[in-house]
């Protein structure tokens, strides 16, 4: 899931949490994107994926459990995530929900700081240059992360949502145990990755509970492994 993996590597402990909502642009297979992020606490949580295709994709995440909410051309769809990504696996069309499973297997060689600041929305972060490999082949990226409480808190909650798909759907394995424990000894929550996700705004404010209710009940497809 190239619009979320980089954040599923960043896993971290807190001790508090608040609502609040977090947008980020970025760009996903050469298109760009915007994603929101909005969470009532860290085991409620709604993640909005915007793109220029005419399917429009949002995900609940709440008491352990994940749905997957699709609009396309005006009909609502509500499955639950192993559905919907064996669905999408059998027809090729993983884009469906913002994944590309090559990005999930990611591996970290080195993560260094380069003693540069930098930044991004309003929050000072420091700049590491990441040295990271998929299928293979060795890529770099400059990763600017920051102490800041905002980031902690919109971190977590995004980390809580990631370890619910990874548990709800086995078919998805998230993988970067290297860079997880380079964030968690320094208890930092990310601002940018490369060119692939970067935060535009956050507000710690109380977010409505009514944009956590599902529209529907999830549907289940029978037989699907058997396509």
Do not use: C
Request: glycine letters at 8%; zero cysteines.
């Amino acid at each position: 899931m190239q619009k979320i993996v980089f954040f599923s590597l960043l896993l971290f402990s807190l001790a508090t949490h608040a609502s609040g909502v977090a947008k980020f642009t970025g760009i996903d297979g050469g298109k760009p994107y915007s994603l929101s992020l909005e969470y009532l606490d860290r085991a409620t949580s709604r993640i909005d994926i915007e793109d220029s295709s005419d399917i429009n994709n949002y995900f609940l995440f709440k008491n352990k459990q994940v749905q997957v909410v699709t609009t396309y051309l005006g009909n609502t769809l509500v499955m639950d995530m192993e559905s919907m990504s064996q669905l999408a696996e059998k027809f090729g069309v993983m884009d469906v929900l913002g994944i590309d499973s090559n990005t999930l297997l990611v591996n970290v060689i080195d993560m260094a700081p380069t003693g540069k600041k930098e930044t991004v929305a309003g929050i000072v972060g420091d700049v590491y240059t990441v040295t990271w490999s998929r299928n293979n082949v060795k890529q770099t990226d400059e990763l600017v992360a920051s102490g800041d409480r905002r980031a902690w808190e919109y971190t977590a909650a995004w980390i809580d949502a990631m370890n619910v798909i990874s548990q709800a759907t086995p078919s998805i394995t998230i993988k970067g145990d290297e860079l997880m424990s380079r964030i968690n000894n320094k208890k930092l929550g990310i601002l940018r990755f490369g060119k692939q996700i970067q935060l535009v705004s956050v507000q710690d404010k109380p977010v409505n509970p009514s944009r956590f209710e599902s529209p529907g009940t999830s549907i289940t497809i029978p037989g699907l492994s058997n396509l």
